[in-house]
């Protein structure tokens, strides 16, 4: 009775489950297309903002300035295959600052700063070497006049071509900004931390002023020395200062303003890095193409400066007449010889004849100006690095040399060691080992061949006072490569006096001394 009541009961549970169920699936329908429509709607909208991001950066890339460069026309073709295979797995970049007030940055401007970046493919590593603006070197066209005269004559692409043949590099690709790009990139990335000494804080409210005029962007002028935090005017003033030290410091300052930008730049995200690119590309020149802009920006995080250094790093200053006073390497070839252990490690390099000829010419321009008494000077550093160089190479080879025979001598000892034990006691009992190539001299002593021992009638024949001779003598022969592997050299200087004092004597037959023992 209970069963047959229950069982109606358990009908109606199923059934409202059942339409529970069905009313519940509907919504849960409804859900699921909702999601996914919010999730494709979220998703093309991703996707269209990326494609107005390329697009836009596309067409910011498109107004990059492109002064006339010819990778052909500075090509360094003085490089030899092993040359340039060193250099390999380095992406080397000229990067030049104009002076100009205005948007230009092709020929017509003087390069304030000169770098040579150079990247390290595998490992993201970047060296960075400031060539100094006022070293006197060739110009690539026949001229010779502080390096920065390369870009104001010949623009971008004479400058390259003068680094290519000056330092024997190979550079194919440059960017060129001016102060404007500067102060603009370095106020996107929200500015630099400088430690300001108190003469750099005399000089750089001045420079910040006219760098405002200069670029017409806002800043203000800074109350203290010690720890600021630089805008990019700011930035660009410390930059530029000099005149409380030298031209030298000043490169040492640009270079760290570099180091923390890109140390900003690695720890932006990319909106921030698309800014960036937008509002800079219009006031730079380059020969990067888009894939190697965005090889950059992709790879920003694994970039480190690693190490940076002024060109030339042996130097001195002298007024070359009308062209001012210059920068002097103290010589080029050893100069370039260092930028190249610098950049590359590996191997000492040995300059091109190029750089060689350039040498020479500096030295014969510093007679024209200076007198012959300075041009004796610098040839006398030329010869002095040469001199120095040759010697390095010598004891190096010297070194090695002893290195083998220390080894052929140890060898050869351990391998005979035992067989000159037997010999001496066999000769000290008056025994005799004979030659393969025996002979006699006028008195019918044996004179036997290389690496035997002498007869002991031989012997016997030297008086008491010979002997002691014998043994002098002994002690400054030297050993032949066949004696040793039998005896000493002492053994070897007493044979000889032996037949000296026993022969009216023919000259002896042997290829070498005959030895006696002791």
Not at 305 to 324: A, C, L
């Amino acid at each position: 009775m209970e069963n047959e009541l229950q069982e109606p009961q358990r009908g109606r549970s199923r059934k409202k489950a059942e339409a529970a169920v069905a009313e519940k699936t509907p919504k849960s329908a409804k859900a699921i297309k909702r999601r996914r429509f919010i999730i494709m709607a979220v998703l093309e909208v991703f996707v269209l903002l990326a494609i107005f991001a390329y697009a836009y950066l596309l067409k910011q890339y498109s107004k990059i300035q492109r002064p006339v460069f010819e990778v052909k026309n500075v090509e360094n073709t003085e490089l030899t295959t092993d040359d340039i295979a060193k250099m390999k797995g380095y992406w080397n970049i000229a990067a030049f600052g104009v002076d100009s007030r205005d948007s230009s940055v092709g020929r017509g401007n003087n390069a304030d700063v000169i770098m040579i970046v150079s990247i390290n493919r595998e490992n993201g590593e970047i060296r960075i070497a400031s060539v100094f603006r006022d070293s006197y070197l060739s110009l690539a066209n026949g001229n010779y006049n502080k390096i920065n005269q390369a870009y104001a004559v010949g623009g971008p692409e004479l400058a390259v071509k003068a680094l290519n043949q000056n330092l024997d590099l190979n550079i194919t690709d440059y960017v060129t900004f001016n102060w404007k790009a500067v102060a603009t990139g370095i106020n996107i990335l929200g500015g630099v931390d400088i430690d300001l000494t108190q003469p750099e804080f005399k000089y750089i409210n001045s420079y910040i002023t006219e760098t405002v005029k200069g670029t017409k962007i806002g800043s203000v002028q800074l109350t203290h020395a010690g720890m600021n935090h630089l805008d990019g005017i700011q930035a660009v003033a410390y930059a530029r200062l000099r005149y409380m030290d030298n031209d030298y410091t000043r490169t040492e300052r640009q270079r760290r303003v570099l180091e923390l930008c890109v140390q900003k730049a690695k720890q932006a995200d990319p909106a921030t890095l698309s800014n960036l690119a937008g509002n800079l590309l219009s006031m730079v020149a380059t020969s990067l193409t888009w894939d190697d802009g965005m090889s950059l920006a992709t790879n920003v995080k694994k970039y480190s400066i690693v190490e940076t250094i002024g060109f030339p790093m042996d130097r001195r200053e002298i007024n070359m007449g009308f062209k001012g006073a210059c920068v002097i390497p103290n010589t080029l070839e050893k100069n370039v010889k260092d930028l190249h252990t610098f950049l590359f490690g590996g191997e000492e390099y040995t300059v091109s004849n190029q750089v060689q000829e350039i040498d020479n010419h500096i030295a014969s321009d510093i007679a024209r100006y200076r007198g012959r008494s300075e041009e004796r000077k610098y040839k006398a550093k030329m010869r002095e690095y040469n001199e120095g160089e040759e010697t390095t190479a010598a004891r190096k080879r010297n070194s090695n040399t002893e290195e083998e025979t220390r080894r052929s001598r140890s060898e050869t000892e351990g391998g005979s060691s035992a067989s000159s034990k037997s010999t001496r006691e066999e000769s000290e009992s008056g025994s005799t080992r004979e030659s393969s190539a025996e002979a006699t001299d006028s008195r019918g002593n044996v004179i036997t061949g290389p690496g035997a021992k002498s007869s002991s009638a031989a012997r016997e024949s030297s008086s008491t006072a010979e002997s002691g001779a014998v043994r002098e003598s002994s002690r400054a022969a030297g050993e032949s490569s066949a004696a040793r592997e039998t005896t000493t050299a002492a053994e070897t200087g007493a044979q000889v006096t032996t037949r000296e004092a026993t022969a009216a004597a023919a000259p002896s037959e042997t290829n070498g001394p005959a030895v006696n023992e002791e």
